[in-house]
């Protein structure tokens, strides 16, 4: 069902729950998705990459995306993920998103507040927006962090974090209705245990009201993860562990499925199958 992203994360805290956020190249993960989230009968955010919405199959998924969510028994809300081009978020809006992370992350300070406000000035009071403060190393779509930064393998190692004290200001100057944080959180693979800054965390949270939003929640021991919604966390991002299972799943199945006549159908449902057991992991595991 419709669902206002910051009323379902709001709703979600109040219960000491955190909405898993999971972010779907391809509508058969995001049928796995819901799946998911209607046999656990909680609420879910399916994510769409800037680099999918930047594409018309990518504004075509988005639709396809906004008619999976109604129909679903549960809330289920689709935003528009690490946005930096306002032409791209004003088509995924107009495509059928109903949330934008406005990433002005990492430009400096007055920037990343000029971009958030100007989102909101072409989206409208409508559109609910997430904003970043502290950039996160890796890279969205890749689990072992950009070309550019030399993609190694062994992982990615944390930048920076969030400055606490800017974010009083950043929240009432941007506007935003959820803050992505940077506690020792990467996109993508870790390098070595990934150690989160729970200290930085508390202090962000008691300085705003607005829920906190855990970016690259993959490879987070669920240990950690579970601790989230006690500090203002609603809303948790999952890409790279999700990819890594269909992937593994789809490498063990294909020979078999090849030689099974070619059986596409077979091996699209091992893929939701993966897909769908990783986020009803990842919603038992963030919400009570
Ligand atoms: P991971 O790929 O590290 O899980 O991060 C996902 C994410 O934060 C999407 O915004």
Redesign the pocket.
């Known amino acids: 069902m419709r669902t206002r992203l910051d009323h379902l994360v709001t709703a979600a805290l109040q219960q000491g729950s955190a909405v898993p956020a999971f972010?779907c190249y391809d509508f058969t993960t995001a049928l796995a998705v819901v799946g998911a989230a209607e046999d656990a009968g909680h609420g879910v955010i399916l994510?769409v990459a800037p680099k999918t919405a930047g594409t018309s199959n990518g504004l075509r998924l988005i639709a396809a995306l906004r008619g999976l969510a109604d129909a679903a028994s549960v809330p289920v809300a689709v935003q528009l993920?690490?946005a930096t081009d306002l032409k791209v978020m004003a088509d995924a809006i107009a495509a059928g998103a109903d949330s934008v992370l406005a990433d002005g992350s990492s430009l400096p300070y007055e920037d990343n507040i000029a971009l958030v406000r100007e989102a909101r000035a072409v989206l409208g009071a409508g559109v609910v927006l997430e904003a970043e403060l502290g950039g996160l190393a890796?890279d969205?779509d890749r689990a072992f962090g950009s070309e550019e930064t030399g993609g190694d393998p062994a992982g990615v190692a944390v930048a920076g974090l969030t400055d606490s004290a800017q974010v009083e200001d950043f929240v009432a100057r941007t506007g935003a209705q959820l803050l992505a944080v940077a506690v020792g959180n990467?996109?993508?693979k870790y390098k070595g245990e990934p150690q989160l800054r729970w200290d930085v965390l508390q202090d962000i949270a008691v300085r705003t009201h607005i829920p906190l939003v855990l970016?690259?929640?993959?490879?987070i021991p669920a240990g950690e993860l579970v601790k989230a919604a006690a500090m203002n966390v609603g809303k948790v991002?999952?890409?790279?562990?999700l990819r890594t299972g269909v992937l593994s799943t789809l490498q063990e199945q294909l020979t078999a499925h090849r030689a099974d006549g070619e059986n596409l159908q077979g091996l699209l449902g091992h893929w939701n199958t993966s897909a769908r057991e990783f986020a009803t992991s990842a919603l038992g595991m963030l919400t009570r």
Request: aromatic share 6%; proline share 0%.
């Open positions: 972010t994510l993920d690490h890796g969205e990467v996109h993508g970016h690259g929640a993959s490879g991002n999952f890409n790279t562990e």
